[in-house]
């Protein structure tokens, strides 16, 4: 199976969920997003090493490394394979110089760990594809959106400037009783303000109603 390149493009605090925060990786050669809610330890893990700050005494996945290399064992890459119910799968691909072997792990501990050990981050297209997060098609809705509100507006005196943005509706929970477009548009609302772990809850609603 095809294994497709992500890069970790940032961390944001949960707002519903204490102790809770998004982990934004994206896809290196596409315009797909796939926010993960892990745990603060878990962040504080990726975010220290993320801004190479050497904590006073090791974290468990510096043991884990200072182990690993005590053993000879090198981590070779990090996979998130699989997304049941909900629920990230990923392996941790390792090798003794003799065999390779793989590790189950959560997506946040194995992401901390490449991290630590500089190996790259990938996926596979079902976990995309069901859980991912489109840009290019958000912002050809807001465009849309943009050109409708713009309709009564002379051409002219708005050339060489940039749009006006369309107004966003005002973001809610998902629910059965917001049509699919207005859930596009709190979906786009929420990228914008970087509000991950909305757009997570407002993507799941989507494949709900296009499953």
Not at 168 to 191: F, H, N
Request: glycine residues 6%.
């Amino acid at each position: 199976m095809k294994k497709i390149p992500l890069e970790i493009l940032g961390l944001s605090s949960s707002q519903s969920q204490s102790g809770s925060f998004a982990l934004i990786l994206g896809e290196k050669h596409g315009n797909r997003r796939l926010p993960i809610i892990i745990g603060m330890f878990e962040a504080q893990s990726i975010a220290i090493q993320i801004e190479k700050i050497s904590p006073n005494r090791p974290l468990t996945h510096d043991l884990f490394k200072a182990f690993a290399e005590h053993v000879h064992v090198a981590i070779l890459e990090v996979v998130i394979s699989d997304l049941k119910e909900g629920v990230f799968y990923s392996r941790i691909v390792c090798s003794d110089g003799a065999t390779t072997f793989e590790i189950d792990a959560r997506p946040s501990d194995a992401i901390a760990i490449g991290l630590r050990f500089g190996v790259p981050i990938f996926t596979v297209e079902s976990v995309l594809s069901e859980a991912g997060i489109i840009l290019s098609d958000l912002d050809e809705a807001s465009e849309e959106d943009e050109d409708d509100d713009d309709t009564d507006e002379d051409d002219d005196d708005n050339e060489g400037e940039t749009a006006r943005p369309a107004k966003a509706p005002e973001a809610r929970e998902p629910s059965g009783q917001v049509s699919l477009d207005e859930l596009t548009k709190m979906l786009a609302q929420a990228l914008e303000k970087e509000d991950y772990e909305k757009a997570a809850k407002i993507r799941d609603e989507l494949n709900k109603r296009n499953g």
